[in-house]
């Protein structure tokens, strides 16, 4: 019989520990395809900060180090440097990589470190409850914003990618979703792009990845799947806002 | 050579080639030294974005099985506070300078002892040590940043150089010595598995309280054999002294100073000096102060190694204290007069 489907084998045996319906399951898998794929994995080492993505070292089978909270970047600086050979990459999210991270996330990227980050942006903390994140939409309701999120006092969401495009250290950034089949297809391939600009050194490279919390938006699999057609992709324009590649043209 | 110089290119010779700082005041100089050096050996000197930032770049390096280090002063020393308690956990080497300077807050940048609490007793949440090396000339930077590398990879924790502005600022004559460099093999490192093992994963988090508690007390166990082998102080006429006087780093220097006036003046004095502060050389404390019917501890803080000397003696002989805080230095004439006094009581 032909095998049709099969799990990456850079992926363990350890159950994902993410909520039902929630994306982190379906990055978490392209980035074990994408290792997999381009045959880096022997090589490879990965590093999960504090957040949902906390317990990710245990999902891939290559070498992992766990990074205090928003301190990803600057833990993959130190194994880059020490390893040039190698393959370093961070999987954050919004809270990490945005708010407690932010100085770590611009600085690696202006330094042009050649790491991949993958950001999964879901407009939330999970991890500790659904509370306002710096990427939580104006208006969306949190347990820290009961009503709504007020940017008069709470603040503006940051798009990180749009930012990140304005430094010369930054090879690519490039935002992507995974709510739908063609968009998970693009998001491989985003992914793929990212690890293949490290291999050839072409410096830092951060792919954002709009992702869902159904437990914390108090939604199903499915109406979150909507919301983040409805209201996150109009806010976060999904494309490509810097590639050295084009630029170089 | 300028102390902190003489740390930078201890580090070179014992095998660093990754360094990552932040400028702060008074240990500027290791970084400038590191950044002048590294590149001629092919080692990293990287300045980061903040001290926070500094410290996880030598958890990341250390987790990929190099030697990797960073200094700092007092401030800088709290904000790396975070990313140690995380290498502790993690059971990483590396090594840590603090060229200590005068707080609370952002104190002065005048020399002081006031990190002893927080290297000896508490550098960041949860159960953990970290060595802790004093010394007290820019000769002895040497062997201290050389025990700190080579204990940090024996033990798989990190060490801390708890020097200060004083030493960090003096201009010394140095020698460095040939001296071996001892590794230990790091099967532990996150630097690819290369199809040939298990993959490797540098983690603090344990989400079972069981296992959590397992790793801190196989780590207190190995800290029982550090506190076995490693302990290290100084005796200076200590063999008849009726006064001793305890100090650590560069206060060592003008206690000797007073303890040579008072010996000149016919007191019995002596002077015990810890090199390693954690694992406290509680045994030498007491062997040196055998004979003494007071103990006096001088430092450049409020009093903070006075306990250790306390619970080393038992309670068992008086101990009093003279210091000078916030970046003043005390002279050895301010010493010698408490040395009196005590012997006076005594008449």
Redesign the interface.
């Known amino acids: 019989m032909a095998i049709v489907y099969q799990k990456s084998s850079c992926l363990?045996d350890v159950p994902l520990s993410y909520c039902p319906g929630c994306c982190h399951g379906i990055i978490t898998k392209l980035v074990a395809e994408v290792i997999e794929e381009l045959g880096v994995?022997?090589?490879?080492?990965g590093?999960a900060p504090v957040g949902c993505s906390?317990m990710a070292?245990?999902f891939?089978?290559?070498?992992?180090?766990?990074?205090?909270h928003g301190?990803a970047p600057?833990?993959?600086?130190?194994?880059?440097?020490?390893?040039p050979d190698?393959i370093v990459f961070t999987y954050q999210g919004d809270g990490d990589l945005a708010a407690i991270g932010t100085?770590?996330t611009?600085?690696a990227a202006t330094r042009g470190e050649n790491i991949t980050v993958i950001f999964v942006n879901n407009a939330i903390y999970g991890m500790t409850g659904g509370q306002m994140a710096p990427t939580t939409l104006p208006g969306q309701v949190t347990q820290t914003t009961p009503y709504g999120r007020d940017p008069q006092t709470a603040g503006w969401p940051i798009r990180i990618c749009e930012m990140l495009a304005t430094l010369t250290g930054t090879a690519y950034a490039e935002r992507v979703a995974v709510n739908t089949v063609p968009n998970i297809r693009h998001a491989k391939a985003a992914i793929k792009k990212a690890f293949q600009n490290q291999i050839d050194h072409k410096g830092f490279s951060i792919v954002e990845v709009l992702s869902t919390c159904p437990t914390n938006w108090g939604m199903t699999p499915d109406e979150a799947m909507k919301w983040v057609d409805s209201a996150m992709i109009p806010y976060y324009p999904l494309g490509v806002y810097k590639d050295i590649d084009k630029e170089a043209k | 050579m300028k102390g902190n110089e003489a740390i930078a290119e201890a580090a070179i010779r014992a095998g660093c080639r990754h360094y990552f700082g932040y400028p702060i005041t008074p240990q500027t100089e290791i970084a400038a030294y590191m950044s002048r050096q590294m590149p001629k050996v092919g080692g990293v000197f990287l300045q980061a974005e903040s001290e926070i930032a500094a410290i996880n770049m030598v958890l990341g390096a250390a987790a990929a099985g190099v030697r990797a280090m960073t200094s700092s002063s007092s401030p800088g020393i709290s904000l790396k506070s975070e990313g140690v308690s995380y290498i502790a956990g993690s059971d990483l080497p590396c090594v840590i300078v603090d060229c200590m300077r005068g707080g609370p807050g952002l104190g002065g940048i005048q020399p002081s002892q006031s990190d002893y609490w927080q290297a000896t007793k508490a550098y960041g949440h949860g159960d953990f040590q970290l060595l802790v090396f004093a010394p007290n000339s820019v000769q002895e930077m040497v062997t201290a940043v050389f025990d700190a590398f080579e204990n940090a990879d024996r033990f798989r924790m990190p060490a801390m150089v708890l020097a200060d502005g004083l030493l960090g600022q003096m201009m010394e004559p140095v020698v460095f010595p040939e001296r071996e460099i001892v590794t230990y093999d790091k099967p532990w490192a996150t630097n690819g598995r290369h199809g040939e093992r298990r993959h490797n994963i540098v983690n603090s988090l344990y989400l079972s309280p069981k296992e959590l508690e397992d790793t801190n007390v196989a780590r207190f166990a190995r800290y029982e054999e550090v506190k076995r082998v490693l302990p290290k102080a100084e005796s200076y006429l200590t063999e008849d002294a009726e006064i001793v006087v305890a100090a650590f780093g560069a206060t060592s220097r003008i206690v000797k100073s007073a303890v040579n006036s008072a010996r000149a003046a016919g007191i019995k004095a002596g002077m015990v000096r810890p090199y390693t502060l954690w694992p406290f050389p509680a045994e030498k404390i007491q062997e040196g102060c055998q004979h003494a019917h007071d103990v006096l501890v001088v430092e450049m803080n409020m009093g903070q190694m006075v306990d250790d000397v306390k619970l080393a003696l038992e309670c068992k002989k008086p101990v009093s204290f003279y210091g000078r805080t916030g970046g003043i230095i005390p002279s050895p004439a301010e010493v010698l007069e408490q040395i009196k006094k005590l012997a006076g009581g005594e008449q």
């Open positions: 363990t994995e022997p090589i490879t080492v590093v906390v070292y245990n891939f089978t290559c070498d992992m180090v766990e990074a205090p301190r600057a833990v993959a600086t130190g194994l880059r440097r020490a390893l190698n100085a770590e611009v600085h």
